[in-house]
């Protein structure tokens, strides 16, 4: 695909300075082909648009401003595909900083036959300072993960994009990826092609895991209703083994015992990190079963 014109898509909802530096990393890209990003403000009531509109006087590519109230990450990225010209769509979140290569990797990963959903690392850090280059750690098996993925506009197209049903958070990607795949898309993982995701401790708080969890398993129910494969049951946690074992390591009875000790300070780190994975995992899968079982 020499000559590749690539659309950039980041969904982003009141996370404006994340976007700011976001938008600022796919500035200095090097050696790309044209490329023009859309960002699709899901109903920010914050300084988005300011940042937004500086960067569309200051920076040399094409940057399209799309509003969707509705908070729904699957709708907001459909209307940035609808409005896409490039090739090939790049996504990636709001709160990654791109390295220089980042788009001439993700090109180049798609010449050749073949139609690709080609990912690349994402190498979780504290702050923007931080850039440690990608290890093994970093591999995954994703098929498709919308914090780092380029595909063909045809082929998102041709599967109509993302199932607005998963009006959650979670596996809205997951499941366009089990239709990519059903319809010959293959994955390709580009090394070169990595991202670094800004995740400060500060704002990974219990609340807002907590909630994020309830969502995640909410929406794996309606993943697995919608697709019962065996791959489907094995990636939400959604079979016989994992829910017994849950069950075992993290009875409901014992969840308000992990919540006090997650959240109390007086307690080693090391115990709090345990209990809190120990309450996110009976959240999980007890919140999963009930969404199984409406």
């Not at 940035?80 to 709001?94: K, N, P, S």
């Not at 366009?176 to 795949?181: D, E, I, S, T, Y």
Request: aromatic share 10%.
């Amino acid at each position: 695909m020499s000559g590749l014109r690539a659309s950039v898509i980041i969904a982003t909802k009141d996370r404006a300075d994340y976007l700011q530096e976001a938008l600022r990393s796919l500035s200095q890209q090097l050696a790309a082909a044209a490329f023009e990003v859309i960002v699709v403000d899901n109903g920010s009531t914050d300084w988005t648009s300011d940042v937004v509109k500086k960067a569309q006087a200051t920076y040399p590519f094409t940057i399209t401003s799309i509003f969707e109230a509705t908070p729904n990450r699957g709708a907001a990225r459909n209307r940035g595909i609808a409005a896409a010209t490039g090739e090939l769509i790049v996504f990636i979140d709001d709160d990654v900083w791109v390295p220089a290569g980042f788009l001439a990797a993700h090109s180049a990963a798609h010449e050749g036959h073949g139609t690709f959903a080609v990912s690349g690392p994402i190498i979780n850090v504290p702050s923007y300072d931080e850039r440690p280059k990608p290890s093994i750690a970093n591999y995954s098996r994703a098929f498709l993960c919308t914090c780092n993925v380029s595909i063909s506009r045809e082929a998102l197209r041709w599967v109509k994009g993302f199932d607005e049903q998963f009006d959650l958070y979670g596996w809205e990607d997951t499941e366009l990826g089990v239709r990519l795949r059903e319809n010959g898309v293959r994955a390709k993982f580009a090394w070169d092609a990595y991202v670094y995701h800004i995740k400060p401790p500060r704002e990974q708080t219990l609340e807002v895991t907590l909630q994020k969890t309830l969502e995640k398993a909410q929406m794996a129910a309606r993943f697995v209703k919608k697709n019962p494969s065996k791959r489907a049951r094995m990636a939400t946690g959604a079979y016989g083994f994992n829910i017994l074992r849950s069950k075992a390591l993290a009875p409901k009875w014992l969840l308000p015992l992990f919540a006090g000790v997650a959240a109390d300070t007086r307690f080693p780190a090391t115990l709090r990190s345990i209990a809190r994975a120990q309450l996110l995992d009976g959240i999980y899968v007890a919140e999963l079963e009930r969404g199984l079982e409406q």
